[in-house]
């Protein structure tokens, strides 16, 4: 069982930058590949960037490339996201999710992870 929680979220104007951060329980986190996805009022979740367990896949949307950096340090059981550029549009509910696995995929896919956290508010005005 692994335990997600997300922070880091906020208002920012466009432009900005944020850092959101996952905290994740466990002694496997090494194990598990990782994603962040979003989620805006009245559309579905989108796929935002995943890393695969040991960092060195990675993987970003069209729509984050360039402005965005995911990011691990599997000793703090955390992976980050850092976003510089920030648009409107950006803004919705972030979330991270985890997925168990023995290889260096990067995890593209929703239905495919195991566990998602609560999700935290990134807000960008224009």
């Known amino acids: 069982q692994v335990q997600l929680v997300e922070s880091g979220g906020g208002l920012v104007q466009a432009g900005g930058s944020l850092r959101l951060s996952c905290a994740a329980s466990g002694r496997t986190f090494s194990s598990y590949a990782m994603g962040w996805f979003r989620q805006a009022p009245g559309k579905e979740r989108e796929f935002v960037t995943a890393?695969?367990?040991?960092?060195?896949?990675?993987y970003y949307a069209d729509s984050v490339k360039g402005r965005f950096t995911i990011s691990r340090a599997n000793a703090k059981n955390t992976v980050y996201l850092e976003m510089n550029s920030l648009k409107p549009e950006d803004t919705a509910v972030y979330y991270c999710?985890?997925?168990?696995?023995?290889?260096?995929?990067?995890?593209?896919?929703?239905?495919?992870?195991?566990?998602w956290g609560q999700g935290t508010q990134v807000t960008v005005s224009s």
């Open positions: 890393i695969s367990w040991n960092g060195r896949n990675t």
């Open positions: 999710a985890a997925k168990y696995t023995g290889s260096t995929v990067v995890v593209r896919t929703s239905r495919e992870y195991d566990y």
